[in-house]
């Protein structure tokens, strides 16, 4: 069962490795995408397949940190202008909107380990 999952994920890796890491680390870091998106994940599959000989190790690092510094700035463009208009119109500061994200991530997070404490 194993090794035909993995000789499915290497159909993909073969053909679209690198993007897949590039864009698994640019959406992973992206604020409440990393909850649901298993970026790092696929990322190790890069890493993986760079051992067996499908890829190369030195690219797979390269577009994994590409992507995790796209997102960083993708993040601050979207905060600092994406944000910015809804919170002047609404009469709020910025930080609060943030503040009520971090919230609903902890909160989240809190929840996800409480039901794999649960199930184990």
């Not at 069962?1 to 994920?9: D, G, P, R, Y």
């Not at 073969?14 to 864009?23: C, R, S």
């Not at 698994?24 to 995408?33: F, H, K, Q, V």
């Not at 910015?84 to 997070?109: D, E, H, N, Q, R």
Request: net charge neutral.
């Amino acid at each position: 069962m194993l090794h035909n999952v993995i000789e499915w994920l290497k159909l993909y890796y073969d053909q679209y490795g690198y993007l897949i890491v590039f864009l698994s680390t640019l959406s992973e870091n992206t604020a409440l995408l990393g909850l649901v998106l298993p970026g790092n994940s696929l990322a190790l599959l890069g890493a993986f397949y760079a051992r067996i000989g499908t890829l190369n190790l030195g690219l797979v690092i390269f577009f994994a940190t590409m992507g995790t510094i796209a997102d960083y700035h993708v993040d601050y463009l979207l905060g600092r202008f994406a944000l910015k208009g809804p919170c002047i119109v609404l009469g709020i500061a910025p930080w609060g909107v943030v503040c009520a994200l971090l919230l609903v991530c902890a909160s989240l997070v809190l929840c996800y380990t409480s039901m794999v404490v649960r199930l184990f």
